[in-house]
């Protein structure tokens, strides 16, 4: 079996009391979730340590959205891996379009992340997906490949066993276009079918998240898919309402 997991990404939103309080407002309303759906959030670096407050004793994991590709050291604005470890985090997500497009990510930054992350307990959360413009053209599955091949095929067995992958399709983020059931599950198959080109049965206990314009009208026929094992939310995990309906829809 799996692991269900919904994952929100707060992204660059709230402030520290705003998000404590959705923290609390999520740990309430938890006994709606069934307890086989693990949830996680993604506050901001200075939300972390009273998030982790919040959510101490609830089943509520913590996630950090990034971590630093070096282990420590000279290197001003950057938050490493064992610091994330040491203010509560189990996950951080790695490689978000956002991150790609807007600070110059790459693949090789990427490895050293993942690596960091997974070298201190972290679980990453490795986020790929296509542009509009390369699905526009029909290469959305060469470019989602890439992005496994070149991040994740240097990895161990035992180290990809704690990753968790996020099809995220970049044209769906944030947009509320969200990708048909029908062309997310296509390419979440595609995605175990890669990962066992190289990994063998292990791809089939890997949890792909979906991600993208996913709220509580459209979860319960995405999460249906038999290769959807959960979501990564933005906008909609801001929400507490809204992010357990997506939760519960399982
Ligand atoms: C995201 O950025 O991870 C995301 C899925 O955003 P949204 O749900 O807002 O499209």
Known sequence: MRKKIVAGNWKMNTTVADGVQLAKDLVAKLSEVPSDVNLVVAPPFTHLCPVAEALKGSRIALSAQNCADQPKGAYTGEVAANMLVSAGCAYTILGHSERRQYYGETSATLVSKLGLALENGLKPIYCVGEMLSERNEGRHFDVVKAQLEEVLFGLSADQMANVVIAYEPVWAIGTGVTATSDQAQEIHAFIRKVLASKFGALAEEITILYGGSCKPSNAAELFA?????????????????DFIAIAKSY
């Open 225 to 241: 898919c038999k290769d959807i094992d959960g979501g990564l939310i933005g906008g909609a995990s801001l929400k507490a309402d």
